[in-house]
């Protein structure tokens, strides 16, 4: 029996030292993962240093007008959300260490006296079929680890397609208040002549109405759409994580154009189920709970087997030494819970692998009509941003002409702005949906490589 408490210790000392993935080797597996799928060179911010590398980094990408590429770049080392989602890697990777560890032996220490006998006893207890379950309960470990990289991965895409977003939301509404502004100008201009014109007897009340009313229309509309760019602008501070005068920033001027139509492929839905981080992740969950299914049966009834050293003496008698074995006995508990809860757990993991399937393959439809539809959208406003030049060029030869007044001016004006508005928002809209698209095939390459 010596010689198996022996082994014993060896065995746990040999289980403890067994290597381990560290958290910074997980998260390199997981940042080339999310690279190749378009989302660029993450840092986890873990302290004080990589924290002044990241604060650095985001001032200088501040500095120049904001590109999509460097928004996005910002967001996915800045963001906190993002940040506190990484720290399920290192929980995961501390679960799979200490699941590689025995349980720590108990020391027992005990004396006493009586009848002018003196007694003291030492016992230690070993937890011995610990080495029997420690390989099983690292490979679960291993297996909630991989769950977890690809959980944390799947939130760095959907962070990604998120901030491309929030980012083309904030162009689109300020493009949108400078084309306002430049009628805005036209319209207030406008009013002053018309109220030169009036004053000189040359232009009716009715028409000087009109014209103040086109104007009011037209501050209402600056307005409104500058909240609009307030609020979009605010979005995507969020999720850029910065505040105060980092906030000061200017965006890109590039004009906003639409772009290629999306691409039909009947495969659309084989590439989104091969590469969705969130559908591998789910997919590890269906075999981490078939193997803690079979652990639990394996464990159910000696799961708790003790080996005991044991030392007493007795006054005036000579040291006895023991060793034992503890193993529960099972009348009440045999495990049939435990059991039954696993199942359970097995049953709910495939049930919901397959309902993730079936959304993923109605995710990815509507993302291709969404896509498709909103491209359409967006080439009947180009057609209908010519229609509305043409009519405002020919109502500006009728007014110069004397034919048209400068109401009919001003409302095809008017006309004409909105439907450029209308046609940015489109295109905003379509990129969007090309976002969401990209997303739902799994990443930046699984979409243009199809």
């Known amino acids: ?43 986890w911010i873990k302290s004080a240093k990589e924290e002044e590398a990241v604060r650095s980094e985001v001032e200088r990408l501040l500095k120049e007008p904001l590109s999509e590429e460097n928004a996005v770049r910002i967001t996915l080392i800045n963001n906190r959300a993002l940040q506190q989602t990484y720290e399920q890697i290192g929980i995961s990777q501390s679960d799979l260490v200490q699941a590689g560890l025995m349980s720590n032996p108990l020391l027992g220490y005990s004396i006493g006296r009586g009848g002018g006998i003196r007694q003291s006893g030492v016992t230690l207890e070993l937890a011995f079929l610990d080495l029997l379950w420690i390989p099983l309960r690292r490979e679960l470990g291993g297996l909630a680890l991989e769950e977890t990289k690809l959980s944390v991965g799947d939130a760095v895409l959907q962070t990604l397609r998120d901030a491309k977003k929030r980012y083309i939301d904030a162009r689109v509404a300020e493009e949108s208040v400078r084309l306002n502004d430049d009628v805005l100008k036209s319209h207030e201009v406008s009013l002053q002549l018309a109220t030169r014109q009036y004053t000189a007897g040359n232009l009716s009340k009715r028409d000087v109405l009109k014209i103040q009313d086109e104007y009011a229309h037209a501050r209402l509309e600056s307005i409104r759409l500058n909240r609009e760019s307030a609020i979009a602008r605010e979005a995507l501070n969020k999720l850029l994580g910065i505040y105060g005068e980092q906030t000061y920033y200017t965006l890109s001027k590039e004009p906003i154009t639409l772009g290629n139509q999306p691409r039909e492929n009947g495969a659309l839905e084989r590439i989104a189920l091969e590469h969705r981080l969130d559908f591998a992740s789910a997919q590890k969950r269906v075999e981490y709970a078939a193997k803690e299914a079979g652990y639990s049966e394996k464990t159910a009834l000696l799961d708790e087997v003790s ?125 969007k949906a090309q976002a969401d698209l990209i997303y739902t095939l799994g990443g930046e390459n699984n979409a243009t490589q199809r």
């Not at 010596?2 to 597996?29: E, H």
């Not at 959208?377 to 009519?391: G, K, V």
């Not at 110069?400 to 400068?406: A, F, P």
Request: hydrophobic share 35%; aromatic share 10%; glycine share 6%.
């Open 307 to 431: 080996v005991e050293l044991g030392s007493e003496k007795s006054t005036g008698e000579s040291r006895i030494n023991t060793i034992g074995v503890k193993i529960p006995i099972p009348i009440f508990d045999m495990g049939q819970g435990r059991l039954s809860r696993t199942q359970s757990l097995y049953n709910q993991s495939v049930q919901n692998l397959v309902s993730l399937a079936v959304n993923i393959r109605s995710e990815v439809r509507e993302a291709y009509a969404t896509a498709r539809y909103n491209y359409e959208m967006a080439s009947e406003y180009q057609d209908s941003i010519a229609i509305n030049r043409d009519i405002l060029e020919q109502t500006q030869l009728y007014y110069n002409g004397m034919l048209d007044g400068i109401y009919e001016l001003l409302f095809d004006q008017r006309r004409y702005r909105d439907t450029k508005i209308e046609s940015l928002k489109a295109i905003g809209e379509y990129q």
């Open 1 to 43: 029996m010596r010689k198996v408490v022996v082994f014993s210790f060896a065995a746990a000392i040999l289980f403890s030292g067994c290597s381990t993935l560290s958290q910074s080797d997980v998260f390199d597996s997981m940042n080339l993962m999310t690279s190749s799928k378009g989302s660029g060179e993450l840092t």
